[in-house]
């Protein structure tokens, strides 16, 4: 029984001493993994957490450094479209306004709307019309675009407008084809009738040196032989006037008056004729243009009218003179439509030119705004850059319909204005 308690006692001081071994062991678990709450608390885990927190941010830093400086520059690349779009509006609208203030100027006085009609028709640079046409084009496009009444993010309406300019743009090719078949009628021709044709040149000239004083050859170029014709009728004009002044004015018959007031209209015209030639004109049109105005039919058949009317009170020498008048007057007729015929020939020729170039041109344009709008709207950070491509393409399509007016309005007042060559004056061509 002794033995057995004693037994006993062992055994309950073995389990306490078993205890505290195994304890030592469950207090060594949590330090050797401490749980989540006691890292959150701010034990060493933490700091060495931060510390790897803190190796990693400079490339972080670098690579927030780098979306704000693109962001900047995107921002002023914006700002920079953005200006200068205002700036072009801004000086396209002072442009607008004044030439708005020019033209209400001009077109309220009724000389300065002939002089700028008759700048528009006949004198004015066919260059500067066509600028000015495509120019108006592109700022009106402009204008519409930025005040939103025509979208260049609306893909459908972008290609399907310059589908169909480059559409129109074919039908230009009959025009150019049909201008050029006009000028070549008049190249071709068999050996006999080119033959004749030179020789009815060659016999003008001969009439024209026969009438003028001078050289007995007359120039080649237009301009020097158009002024030594016009030289020649002022002098004869002159000649007669002065012969019709020898008798005083109580004396002076109403024959003498009527015949001298002729021959002074005919000398001022000469006169301006050849101050203008002698100026040095460039082209054929420059010749023709300062005759335009005259109706030369007309004074010729002044002068045989005056000379069948005041027959028996003139004398035999201011009846030929008074001819020879007429007759002059026929010639310069003559001349000034065989040098239109040279100057439409060359315009033509010009017209045909500039149209296909500026097509080319157009339909290249046109078709790289397709492409562009093929897969949608393009992706760009702003539309200012898109609305000028969008608005310069449209302005560049309409560019040979620009030329053909500019060219074709000219052409047809120098025809009107010459059409009946002789005896006969339409109506609306006389410009005395």
């Known amino acids: 029984m002794t033995d057995s308690s004693d037994d006993t006692d062992d055994l309950d001081d073995t389990g306490d001493g078993d205890e505290p071994t195994d304890s030592p062991s469950e207090t060594a678990l949590p330090a050797a993994g401490p749980p989540p709450e006691r890292t959150e608390s701010g034990d060493p885990g933490e700091e060495a957490g931060g510390a790897d927190d803190d190796a990693d941010d400079p490339t972080d830093s670098t690579s927030t450094d780098s979306t704000a400086t693109d962001s900047s520059l995107g921002l002023s690349f914006v700002t920079y479209v953005l200006r200068l779009t205002y700036a072009f509006l801004v000086i396209g609208a002072g442009v607008l306004a004044a030439g708005a203030r020019i033209a209400f100027h001009h077109l309220g006085d009724a000389d300065r709307r002939g002089r700028s009609r008759r700048w528009l028709f006949l004198e004015g640079d066919r260059g500067v019309i066509v600028a000015g046409f495509v120019g108006g084009v592109f700022a009106v496009a402009i204008l519409l675009g930025v005040s939103d009444v025509i979208g260049v993010r609306e893909s459908r309406f972008v290609t399907t407008m310059f589908s169909t300019m480059i559409a129109g743009l074919f039908s230009f090719i009959p025009i150019v084809v049909s201008v050029n078949q006009l000028i070549v009628s008049r190249l071709f021709g068999t050996p006999d009738r080119l033959s004749e044709r030179i020789d009815d040149v060659r016999e003008f000239r001969r009439r024209v040196e026969s009438r003028t004083p001078g050289s007995g050859v007359s120039p080649t170029e237009p301009g020097p032989f158009f002024a030594r014709l016009a030289g020649t009728l002022g002098n004869r004009a002159d000649t007669l006037a002065a012969r019709c002044d020898r008798t005083d004015d109580d004396d002076r018959s109403p024959a003498l008056e009527a015949v001298s007031a002729y021959a002074v209209r005919t000398g001022d015209h000469a006169e301006l004729l050849c101050d203008r030639l002698n100026e040095g004109p460039e082209s054929v049109f420059d010749v023709v243009l300062p005759a335009l105005d005259r109706d030369y039919a007309s004074d010729a058949n002044e002068a045989r009218r005056l000379a069948r009317r005041f027959d028996e009170e003139l004398s035999t020498r201011t009846r030929t003179l008074l001819s020879e008048l007429g007759e002059l007057n026929v010639v310069v007729d003559a001349t000034r439509q065989y040098f239109m015929a040279i100057y439409l020939q060359q315009e033509l020729a010009r017209l045909s030119r500039r149209i296909t170039y500026s097509g080319t041109a157009a339909l290249l344009t046109s078709t790289l705004v397709i492409m562009i709008y093929a897969s949608g709207y393009p992706p760009v950070a702003h539309e200012g850059p898109l609305l ?36 006969f004056t339409p109506p609306g061509e006389s410009r005395r």
């Open 388 to 423: 000028v491509l969008v608005s310069l393409a449209l302005a560049m399509a309409f560019s040979p319909l620009a030329i053909l007016f500019a060219y074709v309005i000219r052409i047809a007042t120098v025809l009107k204005r010459t059409s009946a060559p002789g005896a």
